[in-house]
């Protein structure tokens, strides 16, 4: 007797045998015939069961969702479908399901409403594909920096500083929010708190993955983030997870390369590892793009799109030349864009992006060099005084997958950007002694993992690619 995994019994090479399974029940049909799941794959092993050998009482209890014991002997299938089967010749209940009310039924349910079962939608296929992929792609990650001599490092997730300087932090204090200490100009008082200064959940790990950069020459971290922008879009979580490896001596061109053969090599190997996942996902969005209108749906599936990057490589585009094509773009000149693209220095909005990537190159596109003004302060400026090297990198389906940049190593020109910006030296100045000690050219970059395991499964909202979404008014499990 062999125990075993469902995706062990399906394999090619399996060896008819006795073997012991559990899982979970899928489908019970004809009092015969129960699909069992495990989570090693997405597909199900058919247990057959002769129901005059089992007792009556103990068959009832065989529901939907109820969690089994199975021993029998794998044979080859005599029905379509399936090549094994497993005669059953044990068969316990380890945990029952309340037919009547059990969330997941053997049928299609919405987004939506698996959303509102978070705790139980793995139990779907299209769930169970998705955080499989997640978890590969997550190892990929580690095995491509492993590789290539990053060190891995943590980075705090609690912070006294405001990585992006967007002000978008969720505030940790033990203070008494409704009536907290006030000093004497009537401001909180923050001695008073845990640290004895103010703190947030972290932005970012990079400040910090820069000064470990500058000792251990190349590493990453890749940890939880948190943003408290108060945006309902398909794209942006309140918490992600967020790759941001950093190179010591690397510039802005370096930083574009690494990217580039990182996300090609992360893609090459889901592809490699996840076949079937994929095979699913992909059969699934098949069947969505049929009820669209021809013109609405997709040329490329979704294992092609994969290819597709793999394949060719992510046209470089400077921000000036895309503010070019913009203007003078149809949707722009029509008035199509809710933002109109007039002058140079214009944030890009998504929309821009989109056009950029899906209709203009219709491939990756990295754009760089952007205006100073709408950039990060620590980003490095150029020789032209308004610009920075700053990239972003733009994906079909998902507009800005990475945001990354040289970082400005020049002591004098970090402290008057500071200024500029009202940054307290004294906030930051561990990481201004990085540029007084050894400075040297640096870039790196951060990945939004969601958003790449967005393009990886096809998933279009951002809600179904993590376990439990923090979204704002929305923390339920
Ligand atoms: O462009 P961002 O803000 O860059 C940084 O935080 C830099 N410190 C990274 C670095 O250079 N080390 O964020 C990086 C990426 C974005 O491109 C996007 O993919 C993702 O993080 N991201 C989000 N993903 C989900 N929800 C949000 N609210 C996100 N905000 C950013
Ligand atoms: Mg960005």
Partial sequence: MIKSTVAALLAENAKLQDVEVKGWVRTFRANRFLALNDGSTLNNIQCVIDFEQFDEALLKRITTGAAVHIKGALVESQGKGQRVEIQVSFLNILGDSDPETYPIQPKKHSFEFLRENAHLRTRTNTF??????????????HKYFNENGFYHMHTPIITGSDAEGAGEMFRVSV??????????????????????KETNLTVSGQLEAETYAMSLGKV?????????ENSNTSRHLAEFWMIEPEVAFMDL????????????????????HNAEDLQFLEQRLLEEEK?????????????????????????????????????????????????????????????????????HFKCPVILFDYPANIKAFYMRLNEDGKTVRAMDILFPGIGEIVGGSQREERLEVLKEKMAALNIPEEELWWYLDLRKYGTAVHSGFGLGFERLVMFVTGMTNIRDVIPYPRTPQNAEF
């Fill in 128 to 141: 169970s594909a998705v955080m499989r992929l997640r978890s590969t792609l997550s190892f990929a990650i």
């Fill in 253 to 272: 061109a370096g930083n574009m390369d690494l990217a580039e053969d990182f996300m090609k090599y992360v893609l090459k190997y889901i592809l490699e």
């Fill in 291 to 359: 009820t669209k209108p021809q013109e609405e749906r997709s040329e490329l599936s979704l294992i092609e799109k994969l290819k597709f990057v793999i394949d060719n490589n992510f046209k470089r585009v400077t921000y000036t030349e895309a503010i070019d094509i913009l203007r003078d773009s149809k949707p722009n000149k029509k008035k199509q864009f809710k933002y109109v693209i007039n002058d140079w220095g214009a944030d890009l909005q998504s929309e821009h992006e989109r056009f950029l990537v899906e209709k």
């Fill in 175 to 196: 203070l008494d929010a409704k009536n907290p200490p006030l000093n004497d100009e009537g401001k909180v008082d923050f001695k008073e708190d845990f640290f004895g």
């Fill in 220 to 228: 990453y971290t890749f940890g939880p983030t948190f943003r408290a």
